[in-house]
């Protein structure tokens, strides 16, 4: 079932989010956790940070497979996904580094890597609960456009969108790395909650045809429509093109 809910601000959404997290892991404290990077998870992150530090939340026994990661890049790299992970919440909980699982931006073996990602997945049982983000072209992880929805962890090429959104991070757009290893559509929807975040007027078109719009390999997100269990958090912004 598909629920969609529309906050005020991108504070309320936030915590919301992270109240949704930790209402399923009091009820499986080992809890496999699907993470995203991005702007709009950040403030996810803060409330999670927060959690923890108001003793309500233990990281000790939770599992953590994050989306996608750029290739190649260095893990210490500035940019990488490692690093924007660990600056906005490994570094402030107690999650052993064995339980924090990124695909590998400098495997010299792409094809092992995304086989080796996508079997750890799937033998400790699958995500439990992933949160997503969504690109202004409809994209989830890194799957763009055209994506097939049977796709499972792989290497990809960024479009010139993709490239151009994300160069916010970099010095410039040239520095963006044309590729990257994500986890598949398929892979994606295989986690047994999906909770998906927008904000931002510039998310609203998208936003308005996943919900609302046709299923297609056109607009990626918009498979989500045929999850068991997926909740849509939005800002007014990000739902101002929604018909009612
Ligand atoms: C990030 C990811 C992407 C982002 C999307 C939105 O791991 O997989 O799909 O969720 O590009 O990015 P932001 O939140 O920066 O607008």
């Known amino acids: 079932m598909m629920q969609v809910k529309v906050f ?3 504070d309320t959404l936030s915590r919301y989010a992270a109240d949704i997290f930790l209402e399923q892991i009091e009820k499986k404290p080992d809890a496999v956790l699907g993470l995203a990077t991005g702007g709009t998870p950040e ?3 803060k409330h999670l940070i927060t959690s923890y530090q108001n003793e309500k939340l233990d990281f000790s026994t939770l599992r953590t497979f994050n989306l996608d990661e750029y290739y190649p890049i ?13 600056d906005r919440l490994f570094a402030y909980v107690n999650i052993p580094n064995r339980n924090i699982h990124l695909p590998n931006g400098e495997t010299t073996n792409v094809d092992a890597e995304c086989n080796r990602y996508e079997e750890e997945i799937g033998s400790i049982g699958g995500v439990d609960i992933q949160i997503l983000g969504i690109g202004e072209n409809g994209h989830i ?9 049977d796709s499972r962890t ?8 993709t490239i151009q959104a994300n160069s916010r991070y970099f010095e410039s757009e040239e520095d963006v790395p044309r590729h990257a290893i994500t986890m ?5 929807m295989q986690s047994k909650k999906i909770v998906i975040l927008a904000s931002g007027v510039k998310k609203a078109e998208a936003v308005a045809k996943a919900i609302q719009g046709e299923v297609t390999e056109e607009l990626p997100a918009s498979i989500l429509q045929k999850h068991p269990d ?15």
């Open 8 to 10: 005020e601000d991108y």
């Open 74 to 86: 260095k893990r210490e790299h500035p940019q990488s996904y490692w690093t924007f992970m660990n």
């Open 154 to 161: 792989r290497m990809v090429e960024l479009t010139k969108n």
């Open 43 to 45: 403030g996810f992150y």
């Open 230 to 244: 997926v909740i849509f958090l939005l800002d007014k912004e990000a739902a101002s093109l929604l018909q009612s």
């Open 184 to 188: 598949g559509i398929a892979s994606i």
């Open 141 to 149: 992880g890194f799957n763009e456009p055209g994506a097939s929805f």
